[in-house]
């Protein structure tokens, strides 16, 4: 399989993290990403869906928007959840790379609600 072409990846991280990341110059990543060794992030297509399933309910959470030039050799895509290819990063993100960031309330029904420019970033006929 091939990586997809796509211009930026996202993370969903919380806020304290990021505030801690700002300050520091780069996001280590979370608990989850540090016991699997790898930042886990996703495509536009793909993070709605990763934050249903692994960040339900979570109400701190900010929407990191990475641009995958600026990761170099450290990004790679692998196989994960039935074979789809996923970015995952080996390595601290460098602030720097992080192209916007904004926070990801709770609607009413307890989903995420996804900022308007997030559509942008989809595949024609695809995702969120």
């Known amino acids: 399989m091939t990586a ?9 991280c919380r806020a304290c993290d990021w505030s801690a990341a700002r ?3 780069r996001y280590l990543g979370s608990a989850d990403d540090a016991r699997d060794g790898f930042i886990h992030f996703s495509t536009a297509a793909e993070v709605a869906v990763s934050a249903a399933k692994h960040r339900a309910g979570v109400s701190d959470l900010m929407l990191l928007c990475v641009r995958v030039d600026a990761l170099g050799d450290a990004l790679r895509w692998e196989p994960s959840r039935g074979g789809a290819l996923f ?3 080996y390595g601290p993100l460098p602030v720097a790379c992080v ?7 709770l609607g009413p029904d307890g989903r995420h609600v996804f900022p308007d420019w997030l559509r942008d ?3 024609p006929g695809g995702g969120t």
């Open 99 to 105: 192209h916007r960031a904004d926070p990801l309330p």
């Open 121 to 123: 970033d989809l595949p």
């Open 4 to 12: 997809p072409n796509v211009a930026h990846i996202y993370n969903l």
């Open 23 to 25: 300050a520091a110059g």
């Open 87 to 89: 970015p995952h990063l």
